[in-house]
């Protein structure tokens, strides 16, 4: 017997992604479809029998029947989860496809939120993702269940769990309305605690909304005009201020001010990923946007060419990121002027990253050390980005001027004073 996810998408018009199946026995029924398919199992809950089995991009969950035709619905999360597909048509015990059709998300039962904590962010991620609300007695649940983890009354479910519910939530339409949600219920604080903390940090100047408010929108605003967007994107536009809270101080004149926050940030959003147990890459790759998002633009056509050589593993995304930040940014110094030139210094930029691929380097290390009589080290990698910047904002093309310039540059940090050049070694490398 089909049930839950698969049955309510198909009743939508979607095409269903997970498929539930209720059986005798969940862990046999999965260990051998598993084999049969080549895929492989896990247990999500061994004591309510659930087990799932992964076949590339294809989800197949597994639940031991425990009870009753009826009493085993009353044990899902949300009616519109406990429709089942029998042999002999559609099985509806709760009234799933009448709250279906009213765009209504229901609890199976009063204590369903409380019986699996996570099932609160699904409450969240169904209401971003379907065309559903909440009822007001599912709500309430919701929130009963966050406060009572947040009291330690519940326990915390699982850091993967809860990271995948995430994604759902920001892969939406509307990510900030649907993470607010998340905030008004209390699970924000259990997500990413970091990011709540920015709630009541007035800012001021070009901002209208306080910190966790603004962060909010500014992935609303990214996935409106980004909405190809990725999920480390998404992450580092919502956690690109975390940093702020920490750093905020008040200048000469009084006007706030929260230096050093974007370094901060990124430390702190990675901190957070880490324990949600997101892959090192997305990781790093946060890190590395809410790190460098406060880097002023460029004014000059070479300051240009500079800022994406220099940044160019971060391009486009941090542009990307850095326009939501601003377009989100709608306090008194914010003006309309001034957010058209901001937009259009970004398209200047995209188009010399578009109009400038990279390019095989110049000189190589071997040839770097045998010019300058290197041994290995940080100089060589010094010398090598000091050719390649040269080469991007223009100032030489060849390799002749690379190695005439790399010389001068020798010189000047005072590398070359007791070592001479390697002139068998440099011809070798021509």
Not at 299 to 307: I, K, P, Q, V
Request: charged content about 25%.
């Amino acid at each position: 017997m089909v049930v839950g996810g698969a049955v309510r998408d198909a009743l939508l018009g979607l095409e269903p992604k997970d498929v539930d199946w209720l059986v005798a026995d969940a862990r046999v029924a999965a260990e051998d479809l598993a084999s049969r398919l080549g895929g492989s199992v896990f247990a999500l809950d061994e004591v309510r029998g659930h087990w799932r089995v992964l076949t590339g991009e294809r989800t197949i969950d597994l639940i031991t029947q425990q009870g009753t035709l009826k009493t085993d619905p009353e044990a899902r999360d949300f009616t519109i989860n406990a429709i089942a597909l029998r042999e002999d048509g559609l099985f509806d015990p709760l009234g799933g496809m009448r709250d279906l059709a009213a765009g209504e998300l229901v609890a199976c039962s009063e204590s369903a939120l409380l019986d699996d904590p996570l099932r609160g962010l699904r409450g969240v991620r169904f209401v971003a993702t379907l065309p559903l609300s909440w009822s007001d007695a599912t709500r309430d649940q919701a929130r009963r269940a966050a406060t009572a983890i947040g009291n330690n009354a519940l326990p915390m479910p699982a850091h993967e769990r809860m990271r995948d519910e995430l994604i759902h939530v920001l892969l939406a339409a509307r990510p900030g309305d649907a993470l607010l949600d998340a905030h008004d219920l209390g699970w924000l604080a259990l997500w990413l605690p970091s990011l709540v903390e920015g709630e009541g940090i007035r800012q001021g100047g070009l901002h209208h909304l306080d910190v966790l408010h603004h962060q909010l929108e500014a992935v609303q605003r990214l996935a409106t005009a980004f909405p190809e967007a990725d999920v480390a994107l998404r992450l580092a536009t919502l956690l690109h201020d975390v940093g702020k809270p920490a750093t905020r101080t008040r200048g000469p004149l009084g006007r706030v001010q929260f230096h050093g926050h974007a370094e901060l940030g990124a430390r702190l959003a990675e901190r957070d990923l880490r324990r949600l147990r997101f892959d090192r890459a997305t990781i790093v790759r946060v890190g590395l946007l809410v790190g460098w998002h406060m880097i002023p633009l460029p004014r000059s056509g070479r300051a240009t060419r500079r800022f994406v050589h220099r940044r160019r593993e971060a391009l486009p995304d941090l542009l990307s990121l850095m326009l939501a930040d601003r377009e989100a940014a709608r306090g008194r110094l914010a003006t309309v002027a001034s957010r058209r030139h901001y937009r259009e210094s970004v398209g200047h930029i995209l188009s010399v990253l578009h109009a400038s691929p990279p390019l095989e380097p110049l000189l190589d290390g071997e040839t770097v050390m045998a010019l300058l009589g290197l041994a290995p080290g940080p100089r060589v990698g010094q010398a090598l980005r000091f050719v390649e910047e040269a080469r991007a904002v223009g100032d030489l093309t060849t390799v002749a001027e690379a190695r005439d310039a790399l010389l001068a540059y020798a010189e000047k940090q005072g590398w070359r004073e007791s070592a001479e050049p390697d002139e068998a070694r440099v011809r070798t490398s021509d």
